[in-house]
């Protein structure tokens, strides 16, 4: 079965830059989504389809995906960022939604 | 307003049954496929099952297939999951979850219900 692998934390001080990086096999050929989940609350989509943002979510977030690597990047970072992250993929192969291990980012 | 709300959960013993809800408000309920996702407490999130706008397409994650039967009444706006052979392990808050374009595959889940809890224990 496909596998999306993240780090397990990331801390940054505020106003600088987080990355999150979700690796899967050939994870460029497949439509990536980003999920914010503070505790407590449901998930929220902050970037799908790789790189665009929902309405109501800040430009400070955005996504890339190319090779093996699809990374959510947070700019100018503040203290409500701090949540869990999660990736998705479709996984064709199998007919099945993947989610990512899950990232936990802390500012600092 | 865009909803999902969730129901059905609780405490119930291993190898018994339970029927998870999702009541749907503010769209066009059966112009979308719906998913059900689960995180078991401390853990990451699990896509669990999802099912097609006309129920034309079903699926299920390998940890439920052959237990979990998913399904909807879109005359009443619902989408359902029956559990049956519960494990210690099905432990989890259960979300349903709307796709972003309505598609079975591919699309982002842009509304997320609050969740029903499913402990499963004797």
Redesign the interface.
């Known amino acids: 079965?496909y596998v999306l692998t993240q780090p397990p934390s990331v801390s940054v001080a505020p106003g600088q830059t987080a990355r999150i990086t979700c690796g899967g096999n050939n994870i460029g050929s497949k439509?990536v989504?980003w999920?914010q989940?503070k505790p407590g609350q449901?998930?929220?989509?902050v970037v799908?389809?790789d790189s665009d943002r929902?309405s109501g979510i800040p430009e400070r977030f955005s996504g890339s995906n190319s090779g093996n690597t699809a990374t959510l990047t947070i700019s100018r970072v503040e203290a409500g960022d701090e949540a869990?992250y999660?990736c998705?993929v479709?996984d064709?192969s199998s007919?099945?939604?993947?989610?990512?291990?899950?990232t936990k980012v802390t500012v600092l | 307003e865009v909803q999902l709300v969730e129901s059905g959960g609780g405490l119930v013993q291993p190898g018994r049954s339970l029927r998870l809800s999702c009541a749907a408000s503010g769209f066009t309920f059966d112009d979308y496929a719906m998913h059900w996702v689960r995180q078991a407490p401390g853990k990451g999130l699990e896509w669990v099952s999802g099912i097609s706008w006309n129920s034309g397409s079903i699926g299920y994650a390998d940890s439920v297939k052959g237990r979990f039967t998913i399904s909807r009444d879109n005359a009443k706006n619902s989408l359902y999951l029956q559990m049956n052979s519960l494990r210690a392990e099905d432990t989890a808050l259960y979300y349903c979850a709307k796709p972003q374009a309505g598609g079975w595959s591919i699309d982002a889940f842009d509304i997320w219900g609050q969740g029903t809890m499913v402990t499963v224990s004797s």
Not at chain 1, 95 to 102: A, Q, W
């Open positions: 079965s439509s989504h999920y989940q449901a998930p929220v989509l799908y389809d929902p869990d999660y998705q479709w064709s007919d099945h939604y993947v989610f990512g291990t899950g």
